[in-house]
T-cell receptor, first 114, second 113 residues
Framework: KAGVTQTPRYLIKTRGQQVTLSCSPISGHRSVSWYQQTPGQGLQFLFEYFSETQRNKGNFPGRFSGRQFSNSRSEMNVSTLELGDSALYLC?????????????FGSGTQLSVL | DQQVKQNSPSLSVQEGRISILNCDYTNSMFDYFLWYKKYPAEGPTFLISISSIKDKNEDGRFTVFLNKSAKHLSLHIVPSQPGDSAVYFCAASDQEYGNKLVFGAGTILRVKS
């Protein structure tokens, strides 16, 4: 079974631009969560989508948005990029049928904002 | 406001000895705790978890202990192996928010051979 796939692997953008990251979950998984990892901050929860609906949301500004498609693939968008948005963005999937499920993470997209 | 804290940024241990990684939390609503391991250029992988109704969970060389009164959990790795060298993240969740995990900042474990 293929794991969680994130594209692209690396991205370089400049301040003010916008960016879209993509995540394909494990086949059969309906929940997709997004996390931001910065040095010294651990992973911070952005949002979770289940069956095309946002089920949970973290404490990030409205510049961060996401969506999920009918095939469970998810995209995350960051508009008006700031230098502080430079981070590793991780996507995780799970079956979504219960709470406290094991999350399977992708390798992430490393975003650098110049 | 860091609800999950890993106060040791790094830990160095000799191969064959015990590694103990610690984690403290402040939110008494947390009822499920997990440990993830992360190698460079890879995503975190699930290691072991524990529910708040237990105080210990064991899986091979890995044991997690939970002390609810102290809001403290620890991960023991016995014996430590060089392949265990990685970043270890402690995470917590509460039933209401399900898959929304709150992570600590991570501890870099180095196992020397």
């Amino acid at each position: 079974k293929a794991g969680v796939t994130q594209t692209p692997r690396y991205l370089i953008k400049t301040r003010g631009q916008q960016v879209t990251l993509s995540c394909s979950p494990i086949s059969g998984h309906r929940s997709v969560s997004w996390y931001q990892q910065t040095p010294g901050q651990g992973l911070q929860f952005l949002f979770e989508y289940f069956s095309e609906t946002q089920r949970n949301k973290g404490n990030f500004p409205g510049r961060f948005s996401g969506r999920q498609f009918s095939n469970s693939r998810s995209e995350m968008n960051v508009s008006t990029l700031e230098l502080g948005d430079s981070a590793l963005y991780l996507c995780a999937s799970s079956a979504g049928r219960a709470t406290n499920e094991k999350l399977f993470f992708g390798s992430g997209t490393q975003l650098s904002v110049l | 406001d860091q609800q999950v804290k890993q106060n040791s940024p790094s830990l160095s241990v000799q191969e064959g000895r015990i590694s103990i990684l610690n984690c403290d939390y402040t939110n008494s609503m947390f009822d499920y705790f997990l440990w993830y391991k992360k190698y460079p250029a890879e995503g975190p992988t699930f290691l072991i978890s524990i529910s708040s109704i237990k105080d210990k969970n064991e899986d091979g060389r890995f044991t997690v202990f939970l002390n609810k009164s102290a809001k403290h959990l620890s991960l023991h790795i016995v014996p430590s192996q060089p392949g265990d060298s990685a970043v270890y993240f402690c995470a917590a969740s509460d039933q209401e928010y399900g898959n929304k995990l709150v992570f600590g900042a991570g501890t870099i474990l180095r196992v020397k051979s």
